[in-house]
């Protein structure tokens, strides 16, 4: 997603709304900012890219950082004046028009029990000789709105969501697989998969138009107010009554920047929140925001960069001028429990072992302080809330390591007053990244 051009994708499960406004630093993962010196921000689905302050010149450099399996956070040298961070590939507009993109070019398939199989679909790959105005990356799709004002699309076309569009367009949006356009006569036009109803064609007027995982928002000419329309199951497209000045639509949340002359570009937020991507905004002055997988980005009008909410890969943890620090390989956690969206049922007063690899040995000091900790959830929203609280090992096991294995090892010890009640684990590392995982006790 990039400023309000690209928003960005991805398929979860939905159920009902849970609408939060956000005013204030809750406790974890605590948002990251950086020192002034960025101009605009995209969230992608673990990654994140920014154009840094360019002092006048036609364009500033890009930084990345998160996952970078694919080469996704590798930018390439040079200016840029507009970035978006797609699924798993980035895409950014130079000064001269000319599109670069890097990242993957492929799309996952299927694993058999010998291999995984992709199918090549180029979305890194943009049309040869076309210059654009603005560009915004999907999952595994990329458009751009040309000098002319058409549309060019490249990249996975399974649901049409690629296909070109000719006419007057000022902006578009790439979505999981469908995109919308903003037209000249402030009607948004859309194309691709429509599930939830989200490649419905919009009258406007509308002056900005935004796509997430399985929905859409605009705001309308007329009051300032956001309009969304596609998937509901958690509120992502139940906007507050306020007026915006930009939204942009993550995966199964929203965000937006305040309108009104109380309160000027505050931060508000809507929908799924189990990463606290609603609830853990920044209290600020900001000129420009944007929501991917499950984290959000926004840069203030002094220039600085502030992020929130999933941060597994570090894809919400702003760099240091000082250079990276200590960085573990995270693989995911190991049975008896599997991460969310699903919810681990276990027997309240037991014990559970929380299995996982850093890729190596890191000696047992790579937790960070306080962690790991558990707060109450709601059990249908999967809505954290209440003040995180440090676990209980279960003896005096706390953490260990098994080298044969490659494995850490966290025995929890559960409460039995936590009968009949959802709870979320956050395991948070030293390198700042968190992981957390949803339970159900019996």
Not at 29 to 37: D, H, I, L, T, V
Not at 58 to 65: L, P, T
Not at 303 to 323: I, K, M, S, Y
Request: aromatic share 10%; glycine share 14%.
């Amino acid at each position: 997603m990039s400023i309000g051009h690209n928003k960005h994708p991805w398929r979860l499960a939905i159920t009902i709304i849970s609408l939060s406004l956000v005013l204030g630093f809750s406790p974890t993962p605590a948002a990251n900012s950086q020192a002034p010196g960025y101009v605009e921000v995209s969230a992608g689905s673990f990654h994140t890219c920014a154009i840094r302050e360019h002092n006048g010149a036609a364009g500033g450099e890009a930084e990345c950082w998160g996952r970078n399996g694919d080469g996704q956070a590798t930018a390439p040298g040079g200016e840029f004046t507009q970035i978006a961070a797609g699924g798993y590939h980035t895409c950014a507009l130079r000064p001269d028009g000319q599109v670069a993109c890097w990242g993957s070019n492929r799309v996952f398939e299927y694993c058999d029990e010998f291999d995984c199989y992709y199918e090549d679909t180029r979305q890194a790959t943009p049309p040869a000789g076309v210059l654009f105005r603005q560009v915004s990356a999907g999952l595994y799709h990329t458009c751009g709105v040309t000098l002319e004002g058409n549309v060019d699309c490249w990249g996975h076309n399974h649901d049409g969501e690629a296909a070109d569009r000719t006419g007057s367009y000022l902006e578009v949006s790439a979505g999981e697989d469908h995109t919308c356009a903003l037209r000249s006569d402030g009607d948004v036009d859309c194309w691709g998969d429509n599930a939830h109803g989200r490649a419905e064609d919009r009258a406007g007027p509308f002056t900005h138009i935004t796509t997430g995982g399985s929905h859409n928002c605009a705001i309308r000419q007329a009051d300032g107010k956001a309009e969304c329309w596609g998937g509901d199951g958690y509120g992502q497209s139940s906007p507050p009554d306020l007026t915006f000045a930009q939204v942009s639509a993550g995966n199964l949340h929203t965000c937006g920047t305040r309108a009104d002359s109380d309160w000027p570009y505050w931060v508000v937020c809507w929908g799924y929140n189990f990463y606290g991507q609603v609830k853990q905004a920044p209290d600020g002055n900001f000129k420009q925001i944007d929501s991917g997988q499950g984290h959000s980005c926004g840069v203030t009008f002094t220039n600085e960069l502030h992020c929130w909410g999933r941060n597994d890969h570090g894809q919400a943890t702003v760099p240091t001028f000082g250079g990276p620090g200590v960085s573990f390989n995270f693989e995911g956690f190991y049975p008896p429990v599997v991460a969310e969206p699903a919810l681990n049922a276990v027997k309240a007063g037991s014990v559970v072992p929380l299995k996982f690899s850093l890729g190596g040995d890191y000696g047992l000091d790579v937790l960070d302080l306080g962690s790991p900790a558990s707060q109450p959830m709601d059990c249908t929203l999967l809505d954290p809330s209440g003040a995180l609280e440090p676990v209980q090992p279960a003896g005096s096991s706390g953490l260990s390591y098994d080298p044969t294995s490659d494995q850490y090892s966290y025995i929890w010890k559960t409460e039995k007053a936590w009968a009949g009640v959802c709870r979320v684990l956050s395991l948070r590392l030293a390198d700042e990244t968190e992981h957390r995982i949803a339970f159900k006790f019996r």
